[in-house]
């Protein structure tokens, strides 16, 4: 590998990595462009060739996976929960959840109650796969 690439990989890292700790912070393409380095259009393609997806959808993704370990472990209302991750409306956290684990966020609590199994297992089966 070149150290271009090394250089391309570290940068790339440096804005997922990012995007994992603030996960609930209003986060958009100028900002992360600017974390890596480069330019918002190279950050974006660059991202995609990297880790195989946008990140925005990325983004959602990690949201979205806090959200579910939320729902397991708490009881609180989905709306706190779509708040406390970084969604800013009820309807589109619900409509990305679907879109991701493929079910509603109260048809996925509903589950994860009735499921009596060991949180590991129950995280690496419901890991959303897209």
Request: charged residues 30%; contains cysteine; positive net charge.
């Amino acid at each position: 590998m070149s150290r271009a690439a090394e250089e391309t990989n570290r940068r790339m890292l440096r804005a997922r990595d990012a995007m994992d700790r603030a996960y609930a912070q209003p986060l958009d393409v100028p900002a992360l462009a600017r974390i890596a380095h480069v330019s918002e259009a190279h950050f974006t393609r660059t991202f995609r060739a990297t880790f195989g997806e946008t990140p925005h959808r990325y983004l959602q993704r990690r949201r979205v996976e806090r959200a579910m370990s939320l729902l397991r472990e708490t009881d609180r209302s989905v709306t706190d929960i779509c708040f406390q991750v970084g969604f800013g409306s009820p309807g589109t956290f619900s409509r990305t959840f679907h879109d991701i684990v493929g079910r509603s966020p109260r048809a996925y609590r509903k589950e994860a109650a009735a499921t009596n199994v060991p949180t590991c297992f129950t995280r690496a089966w419901t890991r959303p796969h897209t």
